[in-house]
């Protein structure tokens, strides 16, 4: 067992030192941890904590610039269950860069537009996505297709399941040393923490958990063996206080969602009799054919989850990286799905990030610092804005009160919404994972 060693620096050290735009205050102080190691701990060049969409994109993104990586996972195995995501343009030009773009498309349907009805089935707004953007692509793809896909691509070895980050120090030699909960050490150069809404790499930088936002969703995927008969288009439900929406993702599954307000997250419920019970609950005076999709639903695609976000304020939320470590997608930015943009922008953030630091790996700690900087101020100005914009959008979709809901159904949705300015948060400009190392 390696000797510790500890002593503290604070965050502000030269050593440590990063820009955060717009910054007014300093953001709250982390203490690292300064520990020695001894002999029996595993050397590494960029572990990535987190082998979910995150975390696999940017190790297939370093993979295809020439750096390997070590992935944690603390699963036994890639997250099976799961239902679907709902994918734009943005993400779909990164899987391009990542060279599985094609073999998704040719999975999943691509889904042509959009019908915004009421609970009693009034149709408020239907739109086709071409007609609001000649390159806008949208298709929902199964989480464990996408996960799968994205793990293929990695070189045998590269993930390590069963391996739960338990602690995260800094040692001496300005590496960073993570503790597994099987008793692993493995010292690393750049630790890459893409661990989700919970993230213990983000803890550890200083940032706050993620805030419940008042809201909770119910989601699953309607399984048709005989081919289910929907349009490809996102059916959207808007009620008082609860929303709904099911959309085909392929020949034989529907995805669907209710998201509904409650002052509390609530148990954790895992049963799918008493998920699917509560579900069709909520729905029960609405048009019966969402309740058949849920009705189609095997037990394990069915979840409820509490909605969260974090809102990375200048000046008082820390920066995303830190001596060394750095944090990617959910870990980094929760948001709620409102916009369907969470795993969206976890792509982006991996080519961004391996793009910045595959060439500082060589130079030394200094580029590496410089190259986890820039990808801050780069990623920095778009996430936050949409996580906000997340946020209202979800708080508009959920009121309650009947007037307010009246004008939204009557005025906002089928008057004022301008189409145009709705998906131009799609828009991403995708480089070229070139190789700079051989
Ligand atoms: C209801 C809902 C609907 C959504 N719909 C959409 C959508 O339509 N489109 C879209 O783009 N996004 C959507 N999202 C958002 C999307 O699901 C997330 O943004 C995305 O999954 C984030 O991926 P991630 O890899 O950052 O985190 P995760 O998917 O949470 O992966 C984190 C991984 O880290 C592992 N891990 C955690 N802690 C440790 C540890 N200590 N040690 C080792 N491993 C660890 C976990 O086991 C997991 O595998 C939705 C989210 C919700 C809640």
Same mark, same amino acid.
């Given at each position: ?159 390590? %399941? ?94 669907? %969602? ?125 996430? %936050? ?54």
């Amino acid at each position: 067992m390696a000797a510790i060693h500890s002593s503290f620096i604070p965050l502000n050290s030269p050593y440590l030192e990063h820009t955060f735009p717009n910054r007014r205050k300093p953001a709250k102080r982390t203490k690292l941890t300064i520990v020695s190691v001894g002999s029996d701990v595993r050397n590494e060049e960029v572990v990535i904590v987190g082998a979910g969409i995150a975390g696999l994109s940017t190790a297939v993104s370093l993979h295809r610039l020439g750096v390997r990586s070590l992935v944690l996972e603390q699963a036994e195995s890639l997250r099976s269950g799961g239902t679907s995501l709902t994918l734009f343009k943005n993400g779909w030009k990164v899987l391009d860069a990542l060279g599985v773009g094609d073999e998704l498309r040719s999975q999943f349907l691509e889904v042509q537009g959009m019908v915004i009805k009421t609970e009693s089935g009034r149709e408020l707004r239907s739109f086709t996505f071409k007609e609001v953007d000649q390159t806008q692509e949208v298709r929902a793809v199964e989480r464990r297709t996408l996960l799968d896909t994205l793990a293929k691509q990695l070189p045998t070895g590269s993930i390590c %399941f069963s391996s739960k980050l338990s602690k995260i120090e800094k040692d001496k030699d300005g590496q960073t040393l993570l503790q597994l909960v099987n008793g692993t050490q493995i010292s690393s150069k750049v630790v890459i923490g893409c661990d989700g809404i919970r993230s213990s790499v983000a803890k550890w930088m200083g940032f706050s958990d993620p805030k419940y936002v008042g809201y909770c969703a119910f989601r699953g995927l309607g399984v048709y063996p005989d081919g289910q008969p929907f349009e490809q288009r996102v059916n959207y439900v808007y009620g008082q206080g609860i929303r709904a929406g099911y959309v085909p993702v392929s020949s034989t599954k529907v995805y669907w %969602f209710v998201c509904f307000n409650s002052p509390s997250p609530g148990p954790k419920v895992t049963d799918p009799l008493v998920l699917k019970k509560q579900t069709k609950e909520l729905i029960k005076t609405w048009p019966s054919e969402l309740q058949n999709i849920v009705d189609a639903t095997p037990d394990d695609t069915i979840i409820r989850t509490p909605l969260v976000d974090r809102w990375l304020w200048p000046g008082f939320s820390p920066p995303a990286s830190l001596g060394g470590a750095v944090v990617v997608g959910d870990a980094w930015h929760p948001m709620t799905p409102n916009l369907g943009q969470g795993a969206c922008c976890a792509l982006e953030d991996a080519v961004v990030l391996a793009q910045k630091l595959a060439p500082a790996l060589e130079a030394g700690p200094l580029a590496i610092e410089d190259a986890l900087s820039s990808y801050q101020n780069e990623r920095w100005p778009r996430i %936050f804005p949409l996580t906000v914009r997340a946020n209202v959008v979800g708080a508009v979709l959920q009121l309650e009160n009947p007037v307010v809901c009246a004008v939204r159904d009557n005025l906002l949705v089928p008057k004022l919404i301008r189409l145009g300015p709705m998906l131009e948060h799609t828009n991403f400009e995708c480089e070229p994972l070139l190789q700079t190392r051989v």
